[in-house]
């Protein structure tokens, strides 16, 4: 009866009997040891490439990673939720440690947690890390008013308005000047501040009472007039 093919086939590949295989050679186990050498070396060179590759990806990602928390930090930016807040900024710091509007927003969240010396720290840092960032110096500057130390508070509205000039380093410019008695110093603020955001009833209500003090009562009235309507 002929062969079948199928049997042709498995002849062909089976392995042989017990007792029927080659002896074992030096050179047959040399050739097996670079043979094991080479699939553990392969299979190393693809684990290597994968955690490079791992590790290149995840380091790319770190400004989206960082930037995430930044957002969430952001929106936690209310009473009640700061320490959440202070949380979310610290981990984009820890993932990109040269993001200056983080330490600045974390500057801000301290302060409001009455952390005034973290708060200086961070804005501190914003200042150092962006040296355009002029809310950092406003920032370092409420912090040294609240330690009632004018002198370096006036240092660092000075370099926030040479930077930038806000409402709010005018302003708090002319409280300083008002409070050591320079009261025509304080309304040239005051009328600068106003001059970057006419429907502050605050800076209205500081300049008079900067005008009465040099005895301009009816300028004091007129501005007085205009904060009681901006505050309707």
Same mark, same amino acid.
């Given at each position: 009866?002929?062969?079948?093919?199928?049997?042709?086939?498995?002849?062909? %590949?089976?392995?042989?009997?017990?007792?029927?295989?080659?002896?074992?050679?030096? @050179?047959?186990?040399?050739?097996?040891?670079?043979?094991?050498?080479?699939?553990? &070396?392969?299979?190393?060179?693809? +684990?290597?490439?994968?955690?490079?590759?791992?590790?290149?990806?995840?380091?790319?990602?770190?400004?989206?990673?960082?930037?995430?928390?930044?957002?969430?930090? !952001?929106?936690? !930016?209310?009473?009640?939720?700061?320490?959440?807040?202070?949380?979310?900024?610290?981990?984009?710091?820890?993932i990109s440690p040269?993001?200056?509007?983080?330490?600045?927003?974390?500057?801000?969240?301290?302060?409001?947690?009455?952390?005034?010396?973290?708060?200086?720290?961070?804005?501190q840092a914003a /200042?150092?890390?962006?040296?355009?960032?002029?809310?950092?110096?406003? &920032? %370092?500057?409420? %912090?040294?008013? &609240?330690?009632?130390?004018?002198?370096?508070?006036?240092?660092?509205?000075?370099?926030?308005?040479?930077?930038h000039p806000t409402?709010?380093?005018?302003?708090?410019?002319?409280?300083?000047? @008002?409070?050591?008695?320079?009261?025509?110093?304080?309304?040239?603020?005051?009328?600068?501040?106003? /001059?970057? @955001?006419?429907?502050?009833?605050? +800076?209205?209500?500081?300049? /008079?009472?900067?005008?009465?003090?040099?005895?301009? @009562?009816?300028?004091?009235? /007129?501005?007085?007039? %205009?904060?009681?309507?901006?505050?309707?």
């Open positions: 009866m002929s062969e079948s093919a199928f049997s042709r086939f498995w002849n062909t %590949i089976r392995p042989p009997e017990l007792g029927t295989r080659p002896p074992v050679t030096p @050179e047959l186990l040399a050739l097996r040891r670079r043979q094991r050498r080479l699939i553990i &070396g392969t299979v190393l060179a693809i +684990v290597l490439l994968a955690a490079g590759v791992g590790i290149y990806n995840y380091i790319a990602s770190a400004p989206q990673r960082a930037d995430k928390e930044y957002q969430l930090g !952001m929106t936690l !930016m209310r009473p009640g939720k700061y320490p959440d807040a202070v949380a979310h900024f610290s981990r984009a710091l820890e040269q993001l200056p509007d983080a330490y600045m927003q974390r500057g801000n969240a301290h302060r409001s947690l009455g952390d005034l010396d973290l708060a200086l720290t961070d804005f /200042a150092d890390l962006n040296g355009s960032l002029a809310e950092a110096h406003t &920032g %370092i500057a409420m %912090i040294y008013v &609240g330690r009632h130390d004018n002198t370096h508070a006036l240092a660092e509205l000075n370099k926030s308005i040479a930077i409402l709010e380093a005018y302003y708090q410019r002319g409280e300083i000047f @008002e409070a050591q008695g320079d009261h025509q110093k304080a309304i040239d603020d005051f009328d600068l501040a106003i /001059a970057q @955001e006419r429907d502050a009833p605050d +800076v209205y209500l500081a300049r /008079a009472r900067a005008k009465a003090n040099l005895g301009d @009562e009816e300028g004091a009235h /007129a501005d007085r007039q %205009i904060a009681r309507t901006l505050q309707k």
